[in-house]
């Protein structure tokens, strides 16, 4: 029988020392053709990425999301923050996200498949719920990505209510935007790694 291991609490969480992030000068900005055939050539030589989608936010009621507009996957060594605005990027971000070799580890992905199939016209090949790995180690609740960094490395993973629910739709992503974004794909691969999955 699997033992019941309790979750950390907001109050807990906030008292442990800050995670280390990436910085902006590990966090690529993709807008390009040529930028992403950069990304593409550097993610297929890892075996798993943090993986995760941003859309902008609606606040209107019944309005349909027309996300993701960006997608975020990381190595340990740094991450790449996907615009779709353009063609030729949205076909390089679906050919990695279809590849069957390289685990893409990420919280809460059921609404981001769902989009990435409508958006892109593929199904994500590989992609792992680590909540679902959290659950079968006895944590009841979803984890999440703060409540994971919280036990398996002792930190507080920082994330920015504002940065959260800015437009992802924007065509120049703030600082704050790609630190946001970047990081939650780093952490996911980092929690990836620290589980033993590989």
């Known amino acids: 029988m699997t033992q019941h291991r309790p979750t950390p609490d907001k109050e807990q969480i906030a008292l442990l020392d800050p995670f280390e992030r990436l910085g902006l000068d590990r966090i690529h900005l993709v807008a390009t053709p040529a930028q992403a055939q950069d990304a593409w050539s550097e993610l297929v030589r890892a075996a798993a990425w943090g993986f995760d989608t941003e859309s902008k936010p609606t606040f209107v009621k019944n309005e349909a999301s027309e996300g993701p507009h ?10 790449w923050v996907f615009q779709l605005h353009d063609l030729e990027c949205r076909a390089v971000v679906a050919d990695l996200l279809a590849r069957p ?3 893409k580890a990420g919280f809460g992905l059921g609404d981001d498949r769902r989009r990435i199939v409508s958006k892109l016209g593929v199904e994500p090949h590989n992609v792992l719920e680590l909540n679902a790995v959290f659950r079968e180690q006895g944590y009841r609740k979803d984890m999440g990505v703060k409540g994971a960094v919280a036990v398996l490395f002792n930190r507080r993973f920082i994330k920015s209510r504002k940065a959260s629910t800015s437009n992802w739709a924007n065509p120049r992503l703030s600082e704050a935007q790609l630190i ?4 939650d794909a780093y952490a996911a691969v980092r929690v990836f790694h620290a589980l033993g999955l590989t």
């Open 70 to 79: 960006i997608v975020q996957l990381a190595t340990l060594d740094k991450a």
């Open 101 to 103: 070799g390289a685990v």
């Open 180 to 183: 946001y974004a970047g990081n």
